[in-house]
T-cell receptor
């Protein structure tokens, strides 16, 4: 079993839809949770960063962390064609934390005009 | 635009060549990373430098040799690579290491013939 599970998709939605992306994980020591967006042939761009449990909102993006369920989510409101990309969840933490990120496999999102 | 700058953007080399990838950041970050990413896969950690000292080597073959000349610069020296080493090489930095909030460069796309 992988430490972080993420449905690779692809996920296709119409413009304006609400998108929900999710990851589950097995290591209860994880404390730092991130979502990255990666366009084709580009480096990952940090979208959201959350420490421990709770919600964080930034414009059209909301990140949720539920440590009791070992489940994190990213919601995109009013999705745009420019949101079409691969979304990677990542996490780190624990007593021997070195900053090493554990990534999910990435979900490919296509937003159709 | 990312604040982590990588050069060159593209590199083609033969198996007997010696080349280097370069990375620079001016965010005052004290941890720097090399990742390797194959198509449709998440990034894989190769090396971590923390306060200019190598802190993690993820059992990377010796044909990859990292160097951190100062807190702003990170190099990856390449020698006697194999075609399977062709990938996107990503540099990242974080404020201290250990908090997981990594910022990636755009990557250097390497092709080994």
């Amino acid at each position: 079993q992988k430490e972080v599970e993420q449905d690779p998709g692809p996920l296709s939605v119409p413009e304006g839809a609400i998108v929900s992306l999710n990851c589950t994980y097995s290591n209860s020591a994880f404390q730092y949770f991130m979502w990255y967006r990666q366009y084709s042939r580009k480096g990952p761009e940090l979208l959201m960063y959350t420490y421990s449990s709770g919600n964080k909102e930034d414009g059209r993006f909301t990140a949720q962390v539920d440590k009791s369920s070992k489940y994190i989510s990213l919601f995109i409101r009013d999705s745009q064609p420019s949101d079409s990309a691969t979304y990677l969840c990542a996490m780190s933490g624990g007593s021997s934390n070195t900053g090493k990120l554990i990534f999910g496999q990435g979900t490919t999102l296509q937003v159709k005009p | 635009d990312t604040e982590v700058t990588q050069t060159p953007k593209h590199l083609v080399m033969g198996m007997t060549n010696k080349k280097s990838l370069k990375c620079e950041q001016h965010m005052g970050h004290r941890a720097m990373y090399w990742y390797k990413q194959k198509a449709k896969k998440p990034p894989e950690l190769m090396f971590v430098y923390s306060y200019e000292k190598l802190s993690i080597n993820e059992s990377v073959p010796s044909r990859f040799s990292p160097e951190c000349p100062n807190s702003s610069l990170l190099n990856l020296h390449l020698h006697a690579l194999q075609p399977e080493d062709s990938a996107l090489y990503l540099c990242a930095s974080s404020q201290r290491g250990g908090d997981g909030e990594l910022f990636f460069g755009e990557g250097s796309r390497l092709t080994v013939l």
